[in-house]
């Protein structure tokens, strides 16, 4: 099993440009979450799906959109990247939404210039 | 406002010593809490839940320690080696939405 797999690992995009980060998870969870982590704030919520089919706001959800493509796939795009949106994001899954374990993937380290 | 804090500075310590990390809380009472270890580079991965009604939970060399009328959590790691050197984060979940982290500390074991 490769657990929580996320692409691509890297990026660098101009101010304007949009992308969608990938995630997948392969543990059969029906609840997924994108964070970010920037130096000194934790890993900070942008948006979670607890099951397939919804989708719900974080702490930080402005400037991006979800979908939650199917249960094994949740994407993350920013439609117009800002040098504030430069950061590492983690995708995340688990059995339930608040369930004990959460697993995470390597991350996607964005740079926005 | 609701807050989770955790030393921003580095903990250095001696190979064999016992490792405290504090995880500080205000403003949530939380179903449980949990430890994760993040390597440089790479996503947390968890270690340790203890929930409200649990004072203390053991696993291996870890053990952690929930006081909700203080609204702290310890983590020990006990005769600690090189290869624990990592960013250590505490996360809450309090019944709704997601678990809320706090910022790491992290923690440097000296040969």
């Known amino acids: 099993n490769a657990g929580v797999t996320q692409t691509p690992k890297f990026q660098v995009l101009k101010t304007g440009q949009s992308m969608t980060l990938q995630c997948a998870q392969d543990m059969n969870h029906n609840s997924m979450y994108w964070y970010r982590q920037d130096p000194g704030m934790g890993l900070r919520l942008i948006y979670y799906?607890?099951?397939?089919?919804?989708?719900d706001k974080g702490e930080v959800p402005n400037g991006y959109n979800v979908s939650r493509l199917n249960k094994r796939e949740f994407s993350l795009r920013l439609e117009s990247a800002a040098p504030s949106q430069t950061s590492v994001y983690f995708c995340?899954?688990?059995?339930?939404?608040?369930?004990?374990?959460?697993?995470f993937g390597p991350g996607t380290r964005l740079l926005v210039l | 406002s609701q807050k989770i804090e955790q030393n921003s500075e580095a903990l250095n310590i001696q190979e064999g010593k016992t490792a405290t990390l504090t995880c500080n809380y205000t403003?949530?009472?939380?179903?449980?809490l949990q430890w994760y270890r993040q390597d440089p580079g790479r996503g947390p991965v968890f270690l340790l839940l203890?929930?409200?009604?649990?004072k203390e939970k053991r696993k291996e060399r870890l053990k952690v320690t929930f006081d909700t009328t203080l609204k702290q959590s310890l983590f020990h790691i006990t005769a600690s080696q090189p290869a624990d050197s990592a960013t250590y984060l505490c996360?809450?979940?309090?019944?709704?939405?997601?678990?809320?982290f706090g910022s790491g500390t992290r923690l440097q074991v000296q040969p």
């Open positions: 799906s607890a099951s397939e089919g919804t989708t």
């Open positions: 996360a809450l979940w309090t019944g709704r939405r997601a678990l809320t």
């Open positions: 403003n949530y009472s939380p179903a449980y």
């Open positions: 995340a899954s688990s059995e339930l939404a608040g369930s004990e374990t959460q697993y």
């Open positions: 203890i929930r409200e009604n649990e």
